[in-house]
């Protein structure tokens, strides 16, 4: 887990690397998109957080022994509500402190900064505009108070309307400025808090969940404006939700959280497709991934359990060592295919394990399991449709294992294709490329 | 037992005929609260106006009109021209104690929330439930020439003693200071009520947007006190007679030399001392007539818009 930063720094794409770029007169330095795997080489990252702890009475909210977030990255931070998502935010905006540990923004230690110190910008998810200003004066609120304590550095008036104009017209905000808060819907006031975070210009710009106190039609085009900003300004941008579907989509990485623990970080691609855990697994993906408690036979390629048969390809090299007895066998709902079902070919449980003399299965098991046949490796789930529901560009099915004790599991179905009727017996085919296999007993990813 | 008779309220409406009765049936409900407002307030107001203009003595069953005489006796005269100026001396001095100082208590204590602060409440807010007449005869005892204990304090640091109730140069100011802190308990519990409808996340945004602790009082705690200091400081000065009138009353009798008379007591010396119920009821229709105006201005004040920072 400690050398997380660094593998997350690592991941930025090397192909636009473009060290002649020069970054745009009004951001930060490292802020340029363009150059940000070549300043995050040299830079350190923009966020960084090593050993922070923080305790409300004798509840851990947070632990986090290492985080680094990239410079120039558009990080999602996501999991559960009480997860210390937004604890490790507000630790990071300075308005609560961490018991032990340090912050560092831009490899500048800002642990005991005072938030308006620290060239952070928070959008909240209320977006606490100040009620009794115009749209205008809560976006130049930042920049008044700036230029009045420091006449030198501070902008003049001049500069201060240019500024909130060009923001203003960026997010659409231009005619709404004598506005007063109250006077404005929900989705102008998301613009306004926006507006108001990014007009000085912040190294790294924090959202805590700016999207979830909006409808349905306007989150979706406020989450393409916010990667849209960030592709602009080029900043650090760090944004914390409970939406998964949010945290794929957004980020240029991604960071799990559980427990105030930080799970899993890394490019969502790599999050999504290669779970580190089973709670990221089934945090992950809609519906969930499943989970199936199988036990290795013979040769440990092979795989029995309630209601599931699976054949893996020659062990891989990166797994040393036997798999875990029992080990959890997971696939997602959208990797599995319908096959057909001949409920007299008996012969389909038969070829399961050649090796009959593995323990006796479960009951019901060798039956009803059906395994890829010959040498096709694979996953093979057997049960029965309990619910279907249609979701519009396909179909959940949710199933009852064939076997006692193989729980319920849910297959999507695209598009037109087919679907099985409520009641219908179901087999389910999955390849393994896109089986994952995991220890039961800490929950961690153990085919490498 | 309030559904119940609702419901039959209802229910009986449905079936009454249109019309008349219909229209009437309102009025009916609201006839106890109206005829209890015609014979306490509205009626005694009327009588009060038309009494201004007549000469009675309380008792006797003679009313002889005279005119506007009681409201030329009262501007000619020396006691309420003097009073009426005192009484403005009186609101002068305890305006800050209804605003400036509550606010700024109540802003201290609501920036530092905990067991503490909640205590110092409580503490604060102690002397509204004492009995007015009580409070006032402690002063009294506190304030004593000889062996009170202010003067023990101040006669010990050598700073002398002083009679602070019997120097018609600081009488006016001992009450007013001692009502004060009536005052005082009252709006710090009113103006921390106005702030726990501040959210505390506009605090944080603007320490976010860099501003001093005194900035965000300025721009943000103030703006948002705005109309309940001003509607705190108006009805202070509406509500805080009866309580000066109480201090007045056992501490000094409106004396030394009529120092801390006020037109509230001038109003009562008339009336129950010189039973002049003509001159008492002329008072009473000025000082009626100044406290709409006062309250006029501050409607206005509360109404208009104020731009925040320039």
């Given at each position: 887990m400690t050398d997380l930063g660094r593998e997350m720094t690592d991941t930025a794409d090397p192909t636009t690397a473009s060290p002649t770029a020069a970054p745009r007169a009004d951001v930060p330095p490292q802020a340029s998109r363009r150059d940000r795997s070549a300043a995050a080489e040299a830079a350190p990252d923009g966020i960084t957080l090593t050993g922070v702890e923080k305790r409300y009475g004798s509840h851990p909210a947070l632990d986090v022994p290492h985080l680094g977030v990239p410079a120039g990255s558009f990080t999602v931070v996501v999991g559960p509500s009480g997860c210390g998502k937004s604890t490790g935010l507000r630790i990071i905006a300075g308005l609560e402190t961490a018991d032990r540990g340090r912050v560092l923004l831009g490899g500048v230690d800002v642990t005991d900064a005072p938030p308006g110190e620290r060239g952070v910008a928070l959008v909240f998810q209320d977006f606490a505009l100040y009620p009794h200003m115009t749209v205008e004066r809560n976006i130049d609120f930042n920049l008044r108070l700036a230029a009045r304590h420091d006449r030198r550095s501070g902008l003049s008036r001049a500069e201060i309307s240019t500024r909130v104009a060009e923001v203003c017209a960026m997010l659409g905000l231009t005619d709404l400025r004598r506005r007063l808060p109250r006077q404005l819907s929900g989705g102008e006031r998301q613009r306004v808090g926006l507006a108001r975070a990014i007009v000085r210009r912040p190294a790294v710009l924090l959202l805590d969940e700016p999207l979830s106190s909006l409808d349905a039609l306007l989150r979706q085009r406020a989450r393409a404006e916010l990667v849209r900003l960030h592709r602009e300004l080029g900043n650090t941008v760090v944004l914390v939700t409970h939406d998964q579907l949010e945290a794929l989509s957004m980020g240029t990485n991604l960071v799990v959280m559980n427990g105030g623990r930080v799970a899993q970080t890394g490019p969502p691609e790599q999050v999504y497709h290669r779970p580190a855990d089973t709670f990221v697994a089934t945090f992950l993906g809609s519906p969930p991934m499943n989970l199936h408690t199988a036990e290795p036979t013979g040769d440990g390629r092979v795989l029995t359990g309630a209601g599931l048969s699976a054949r893996l390809p020659a062990t891989p090299a990166a797994r040393s060592g036997p798999l875990p007895t029992p080990v959890l066998v997971g696939w997602r709902p959208a990797d599995g295919t319908l096959e057909p079902v001949n409920e007299d070919d008996p012969a389909a449980g038969s070829t399961v394990t050649p090796n009959s003399a593995a323990p006796p299965c479960p009951a019901g098991a060798p039956a009803?399991?059906?395994?890829?046949?010959?040498?096709e490796t694979g996953v093979v789930v057997r049960g029965v449709a309990d619910v279907v529901e249609f979701t519009g560009d396909g179909t959940v099915v949710t199933c009852v294992s064939a076997a006692e004790g193989g729980g319920q599991w849910a297959v999507s179905v695209r598009g037109r294709d087919r679907v099985p009727a409520v009641g219908a017996a179901v087999r389910v085919h999955v390849p393994a490329d896109r089986v994952h296999l995991f220890d039961p007993t800490d929950g961690r990813r153990v085919d490498g | 037992m309030t559904v119940s008779t609702l419901e039959a309220g209802e229910r009986g409406a449905a079936h009454a005929p249109p019309g008349a009765r219909a229209r009437a049936r309102p009025w009916l409900y609201l006839s106890p609260l109206v005829v209890a407002l015609l014979v306490w307030v509205y009626g005694p107001l009327v009588f009060t106006a038309v009494l201004s203009f007549m000469s009675w003595n309380l008792t006797d069953t003679h009313l002889s009109w005279l005119g506007t005489a009681n409201y030329a006796r009262l501007v000619d005269g020396r006691d309420f021209p003097r009073a009426a100026r005192n009484t403005l001396v009186f609101a002068a001095v305890l305006l800050p104690f209804a605003t400036v100082v509550p606010m700024s208590l109540a802003i201290a204590l609501w920036k530092r929330p905990g067991r503490v602060s909640s205590v110092y409440r409580a503490l604060l807010f102690l002397p509204v439930v004492l009995a007015p007449v009580a409070m006032a005869i402690t002063w009294q005892f506190l304030l004593d020439p000889l062996s009170g204990l202010v003067n023990v304090i101040t006669g010990r640091l050598g700073l002398g003693t002083h009679n602070w109730l019997g120097d018609p140069a600081t009488a006016l100011y001992a009450v007013g200071f001692i009502t004060a802190a009536k005052v005082v308990a009252l709006n710090v519990l009113l103006f921390g009520a106005s702030l726990a409808s501040l959210d505390r996340g506009l605090l944080e945004a603007a320490a976010l947007d860099g501003a001093t602790e005194w900035e965000i009082t300025r721009h943000l705690v103030l703006p948002h006190l705005r109309r309940t200091i001003v509607l705190l400081g108006m009805l202070s000065l509406v509500v805080v007679w009866p309580w000066i009138f109480a201090n007045v009353a056992v501490l000094t009798q409106g004396g030394p030399d009529g120092a801390t008379d006020n037109v509230y007591y001038r109003l009562f010396t008339y009336a129950f001392t010189f039973f002049d119920a003509g001159t008492a009821s002329a008072a009473a229709v000025f000082i009626t007539t100044a406290l709409a105006v006062v309250l006029g201005i501050g409607l206005l004040l509360t109404g208009r818009r104020r731009r925040d920072f320039a």
């Open positions: 009803s399991g059906g395994a890829p046949a010959g040498d | -």
